[in-house]
């Protein structure tokens, strides 16, 4: 079976082209089912497997403490999997055809307030290279909506300062063109111009965010730096390495932004996904109508 999973990755990576997080997410729900399979029902062959033996995986799962998300997320894993297989003949039958996917209630995004970025973005005020990289970074994020992902692989050739925008290479390998505002521009060129030739160490690469030995930037890494920064900032709310992402959708649809507008910058596939933030705004209008309306 890890033949088959084996081959289902290589599929998604060459044909599909899909993000990397998805490929790692993938791969590991994977290996952890046919794990499973092999060694607790005993399924020595792929088309050994039923749907009873899926759902005997998922209940597995829910006593193991598994969330809903994680379990949804399985059972696309593994239907993407057998439909795969079926549809290379590498397997006689789809077992997952009426194993339907759980629908989670949406949870409304975390996001900071103006303020609140403020303080963030205030944190970083340094003349030392890694305070100008964490100023360059958070600035960014906030004024271009990109994941945290896309900001790890953001290359050199991709920043383009003069005309005042950033090339950015989402989910699917879908190129989109965002706008840079004038204080992350002013940010990004006094990091590129100063701070990373002395961070990079005589090493040379194209990415261009570095961490302390000159290597690109981690996903990891900048979660560790966002925690740091936040803290300084004396900010209580729980933040994740998406909470500037969803503070810059939430900030600029309460100022009147288009939402396909903001759909495009941020690189949504679905407008559906993209309409999540219009709760919060209205979420967040109550909150302020709650606390100043004298008959609230």
């Keep these: 079976m890890q033949e088959l999973v084996a081959d289902f990755i290589h599929y998604v990576v060459v044909e599909r082209g899909l993000a990397d997080n998805t490929i790692q997410s993938y791969r590991r729900d994977l290996q952890q089912y046919t794990k499973y399979q092999k060694e607790v029902e005993v399924n020595s062959h792929i088309d050994e497997i039923d749907r009873t033996c899926i759902l005997n995986y998922l209940y597995f799962l829910k006593d193991q403490g598994k969330a809903d998300t994680t379990i949804a997320r399985n059972i696309a894993s593994i239907r993407a999997f057998h439909q795969f297989l079926l549809r290379e003949k590498k397997a006689d039958k789809d077992p997952t055809v009426h194993i339907e996917i759980p629908k989670s209630a949406k949870r409304l995004p975390k996001v900071l307030s103006t303020e609140e970025v403020e303080a963030l973005l205030e944190v970083p005020h340094g003349t030392d290279p890694f305070s100008i990289r964490n100023k360059a970074m958070l600035e960014l994020l906030y004024a271009t909506g990109m994941r945290v992902s896309e900001l790890c692989q953001l290359e050199l050739q991709d920043v383009h300062m003069t005309m005042g925008f950033i090339r950015c290479i989402g989910k699917g390998n879908k190129e989109r063109i965002i706008p840079l505002g004038s204080l992350a521009n002013q940010s990004m060129k006094v990091y590129l111009e100063n701070a990373r030739p002395r961070m990079l160490k005589k090493r040379s690469h194209q ?79 109550k909150d302020v109508y709650a606390q100043f309306h004298p008959r609230a």
């Design 207 to 285: 990415k261009v965010f570095v961490n302390h030995i000159g290597n690109p930037l981690s996903r990891q890494g900048f979660w560790k730096i966002l925690k740091a920064l936040a803290k300084k900032a004396k900010i209580e709310k729980e933040l994740t390495p998406h909470t500037l992402r969803h503070s810059f959708a939430t900030h600029l649809l309460e100022n009147g932004a288009d939402l396909r507008a903001v759909q495009e910058m941020l690189g949504h596939a679905d407008i559906s996904t993209t309409q999540i933030y219009t709760h919060v705004t209205k979420t967040r209008l």
